[in-house]
């Protein structure tokens, strides 16, 4: 990509979206086009059109999505798969239509079975039971994977997918309700330490193991497929180490300095038991992560306390 090229971000203001234009603004590339969802409705497949229409560009980021926890995952079931199947199919389509010469959609590592061999390879996808309580918003998003391979092969576009490992970092949803596991950790460590509580409660048993991954690296990631892989195959991107849940509670306990214990509670679901991505595809090509988790979650936090404590 050439720094003046003309370069939609979609979902720029969501977690992995603000990440990609980030980098790409650090590495100097200045004809970016950003739209809110209040602005352009990526639902309505008449203003996506008319979108792409009006301003053409030549590389897109799919970073747009309704995405949430494992209890919003759970709970908003139609909306999971209603809104993201309306989101990717109006993008790709657009983009093909209207000439985008690469596009790079966002995958998720709950496209995988939930019992998948460990670490998790690329040509396991499709081959098992989706986890029950995301499974609305894993069928959305093999099926954006799917949409992609099927205008490669039928139309010679340059559509790519790459899945990421759970992303966290700045500009995360904070939301009790629909977080993450690390940003409601976040939250409930910050609140306890400055309400003086002795211990908190996360939801689910301690028998999970995650894979994290800090959002900037996933942006310079993408940036680097973007220049370095053509394949219709989908490529993961991981962090290359995954870790109790326990682990990363206490990593999170560290970075906010929270003194208390936290609790689990397993009368909640837990979701996939391990999601650990096998990173190797794209190890191969050149690409690795910056950095650690303890750093990851330092910046985390600051970005917390500068951004969402107060609100």
Known sequence: MEKDTKIYVAGHTGLAGSAIVRELQRQGFTNLVLRTHSQLDLRDQKATREFFEQERPEYVFDAAAKVGGLQANNTLRAEFIYD????QANLIHSAWETGVRKLLFLGTNCMYPRECPQPMKEEFLFTGILEPTNQPYAV???AGLEMCNAYN???GANFICTIPASLYGPNDNYSIASSHMIPKLIRRCHEAKFS???EITLE???NRMREMLYADDMARGCLFLMDNYNSSDPINMGAGIDYPIANLAEAVKNAVGFEGIIKFDPSHPDGMPRKFLDSSKISALGWKPQVSLESGLNLAYREFLGNQAAA
């Open 153 to 155: 092969r039928q139309f």
């Open 196 to 198: 003086g509580k002795g």
């Open 204 to 206: 689910g048993s301690m």
């Open 140 to 142: 959305a998003k093999l």
């Open 84 to 87: 993201n199947l309306q989101i």
